[in-house]
């Protein structure tokens, strides 16, 4: 498979509707990537599961079936990323504003209308720092949350994003 370009647009692959790049669901078309926005994903995929599993297991043999799955459809499991926010300067940032950053970092994220539709969200917390660099202060937000997937369909887009991810250094944003 090759690799998409390095910064994405948010155009859906399939109808070209503009999306926040953060919302696009991962699947394979021709044996390519493929970045569609969720109305094409799920009009593709929804009553046909078993041949988005076919195409996920063409990246990984590490997926579960949908029997496995129900077994195990009520365990938490983490997910996160981390955001960085750059600042001028060589100063810190100061905790106020930390605060509120970290604040609307994590309501940015778990509000995603990707994160919505796949998981339910049961904790969310983050841990920032900061690095002094040449031209400035580099803050770190890392998102940490306990959720659950609220279907094998979302379980599934999962596994494909995170072999999407290995594979891929395209920015969603």
């Not at 859906?12 to 109305?39: A, I, K, M, R």
């Not at 599993?53 to 997926?63: G, I, L, M, S």
């Not at 459809?73 to 955001?83: D, L, M, Q, R, S």
């Amino acid at each position: 498979m090759t690799a998409p370009t390095e910064m994405h647009d948010g155009r859906c692959e399939v109808c070209g509707s503009s999306n926040n790049p953060e919302n696009l669901y991962t699947d394979l078309f021709n044996n390519q990537w493929s970045l569609v926005c969720p109305t094409c994903f799920y009009k593709k995929n929804n009553g046909n599961v078993s041949a988005y599993f076919d195409r996920v297991k063409q990246v990984t043999d590490d997926v579960m079936t949908e029997k496995q799955f129900n077994k195990t459809a009520k365990k938490v499991i983490p997910i996160g990323n981390t955001f960085p926010y750059f600042k001028e300067g060589a100063k810190f940032i100061p905790v106020p504003e930390k605060t509120e950053l970290v604040d609307t970092t994590i309501k940015h994220f778990f509000g995603l209308q990707k994160i919505r539709n796949k998981f339910t969200v049961l904790q969310a917390k983050a841990k920032c720092s900061e690095q002094v660099e040449p031209n400035g202060v580099i803050f770190l937000v890392a998102i940490v949350g306990k959720v659950k997937f609220n279907s094998y369909l979302e379980y599934l887009e999962h596994r494909m994003f995170e072999e999407f991810r290995k594979e891929c250094k395209t920015l969603l944003r």
